[in-house]
């Protein structure tokens, strides 16, 4: 034999050498959870190791993340109320306002972006107005334009619409120059399926539909060249980045994305990737950490840029640790 692929495998430093993939602790973007209160850090039942917080102790977290080096978080509200509009979303003295300016001024270097989606602030637990039963498309981006100001007004750096919604990136990048925030980014949901894996995060962030599902405007999975056409869409609107969601379960729409955009490309390793990973490895069933770093790896080798993660913070341990 000539060829013997094992000869680059045959120890440690060699592996090192050769391998092609290579995890960063800059590739992870942190989710957190805010609700009003103080001194709050409520443990997320659904999601072991992920917290609800408040302002006050968001911060802290928000600086002991950029201690270790993650270069971003991503911010969702749990509103003090809901109503059919989702009128909190876009409150000056919301909760997400307010944790974004918290976090902006004590952990300047720290890239924060949001969630623009109404789920969480409507009564009826949809990402868009509800009329004659139906999630009504264009009524919806005014509101989302309206939620993406308020958070640059509180200073944030990037806005990631997740709604789903026909034309919001247009309509956010529009409202954004208006009211003269053209540096503010928007991170483009631009590929998001209509998943069961999102069942912890819909506990967490409370923000279920109360009626139907989100059939109607989340993607299917069974298809993916809608999603080249999603993220086309998105790209022509003005998107800065675009991000596919779930991750793991999509690897193969991960990869056919990369090769159609010239953008930075995320994806989301969302809640119920995370939740299998924990409750498998709390069962003695597989080995947690090594599962987790193996599942970034794939994400990473996939063709994304950079992870939505709740490993975030546990991955960058691994990571520093060689
Ligand atoms: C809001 C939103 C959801 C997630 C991110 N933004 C839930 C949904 O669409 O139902 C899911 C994140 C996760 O599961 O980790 N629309």
């Known amino acids: 034999m000539r060829i013997r692929p094992r000869r680059l495998r045959r120890n440690a430093a060699i592996r090192d050498m050769v391998r092609e993939t290579r995890m960063s602790v800059k590739d992870f973007i942190a989710p957190l959870f805010v609700k009003p209160g103080k001194k709050i850090k409520d443990p997320i039942p659904s999601m072991p190791g992920q917290f609800h917080f408040s302002v006050d102790t968001v911060v802290r977290e928000a600086q002991e993340l950029c201690s270790l080096g993650i270069p971003s978080i991503i911010l969702f509200g749990l509103p003090d109320s809901k109503d059919p509009l989702g009128s909190r979303s876009w409150a000056e003295d919301g909760v997400v ?19 623009v989606c109404l789920c969480e602030y409507t009564d009826h637990g949809h990402c868009g107005v509800i009329s004659n039963g139906r999630v009504d498309n264009d ?22 619409p997740s709604d789903m919604m026909d034309g919001r990136v247009a309509a956010i990048r529009t409202a954004l120059d208006q009211a003269g925030f053209d540096q503010i980014g928007i991170l483009s949901y631009a590929v998001k399926y209509a998943s ?92 947690g950490e ?30 520093d640790n060689g």
Do not use: C
Not at 103 to 113: A, T
Not at 140 to 157: I, M, P, Y
């Open 97 to 115: 306002q307010q944790a974004i300016s918290a976090i902006k001024s004590r952990v300047p270097d720290l890239v924060v972006m949001t969630d």
């Open 139 to 160: 009524a919806t981006l005014e509101l989302l334009a309206r939620q993406a100001v308020s958070h640059a007004k509180a200073g944030v750096d990037f806005v990631a």
């Open 196 to 287: 069961a894996f999102y069942g912890p995060f819909r506990d967490a962030a409370d923000s279920a539909p109360r009626f139907g599902d989100r059939t109607a405007y989340q993607m299917d999975p069974a298809n993916a060249l809608e999603a080249l056409k999603e993220a086309h869409l998105d790209m022509e609107e003005g998107a800065d980045m675009i991000m596919v969601k779930p991750a793991t379960p999509y690897l193969d729409v991960i990869s056919r994305v990369r090769d159609i955009t010239l953008l930075p490309l995320a994806a989301y390793n969302v809640s119920g990737e995370y939740a299998m990973v924990k409750a498998a490895a709390g069962k003695g069933w597989i080995d």
């Open 290 to 319: 090594r599962v987790m770093m193996e599942m970034l790896m794939a994400i990473k080798r996939a063709g994304a840029d950079l992870i939505l993660t709740y490993f975030a913070k546990e991955a960058a341990g691994q990571i």
